[in-house]
């Protein structure tokens, strides 16, 4: 019996081994955290370029059934609709009342702000030849069929997250005028390099930088200090 009762005191943990055991624990979850958290980011990148591609291939259906033409900057008061409502028809989702919050597509997984329902922005920035600087803001479509380097110009990309970018819930705000880029600033740093405090572009929403769609309906990814001002030129 005193064996038995000796055998059976050996049973259980010290209070030595269970804090061994939860060292060894904390170790392993601070080893594993940042992997499983880069793995997170590069899922959010994947569902994020898999929206763009989507939203290109309506993009292209609408170009075709529209002469060729696709939206490009925002104007409030402008007769044309913005170009998240212009692609509707050609997704597989669609709002109720205007209402965005249920068309996935449009809603990048990782944007801070949940919110938000419309992460990406247009390109509505013309120029009037190569050699202008500045630029003007588009309010009108363009002819993809015109363009020469459609590869290599930006139509879509990421938004930037900040106290000075509006929530967008429904099509008939006049804050839909932010989502496109037209100028300078809006891109993540001004032409002498400095950060720009008022960017729709973002300084780091995947891996550094932004994914894009390109006027081929491409998509691609780049860090924001590659995000320059000539990527934006369509002809």
């Not at 990406?120 to 013309?126: C, H, L, P, T």
């Not at 993809?144 to 139509?155: A, G, M, N, R, V």
Request: proline share 5%; hydrophobic share 35%; glycine share 6%.
């Amino acid at each position: 019996m005193k064996r038995s009762f000796y055998l059976s005191k050996r049973c259980g943990f010290t209070l030595i081994e269970l804090l061994v055991v939860i060292a060894i624990i904390a170790v392993l979850l601070g080893i594993l955290m940042p992997a499983l958290q880069k793995v997170r980011k590069q899922a959010y990148q994947v569902t994020c370029q898999s929206n763009l591609r989507q939203i290109g291939v309506g993009a292209n259906m609408y170009a075709e059934s529209n002469d060729y033409l696709v939206p490009r900057g925002l104007i409030y008061a402008q007769t044309d609709p913005p170009w998240f409502e212009s692609f509707m028809p050609y997704l597989s989702q669609k709002p109720i009342d205007n209402d965005y919050r249920n068309v996935k597509i449009y809603r990048c997984p990782g944007y801070p702000n949940k919110q938000q329902t419309i992460c990406y922005v247009i390109n509505g920035w013309g120029f009037t030849n190569a050699k202008d600087t500045t630029g003007y803001q588009l309010g009108t479509p363009t002819k993809i069929t015109t363009l020469k380097h459609t590869s290599k110009s930006i139509y879509l990309t990421d938004y930037e997250d900040g106290s000075w970018i509006p929530i967008i819930t429904n099509a008939a705000q006049q804050e839909v005028e932010s989502c496109d880029v037209r100028q300078q600033s809006d891109l993540a740093y001004l032409a002498d390099g400095t950060l720009s405090t008022t960017r729709r572009v973002p300084l780091n929403r995947h891996a550094r930088g932004s994914n894009i769609l390109y006027f081929d309906w491409s998509v691609g990814h780049l860090e924001a200090q590659e995000i320059v001002r000539d990527l934006w030129r369509t002809y």
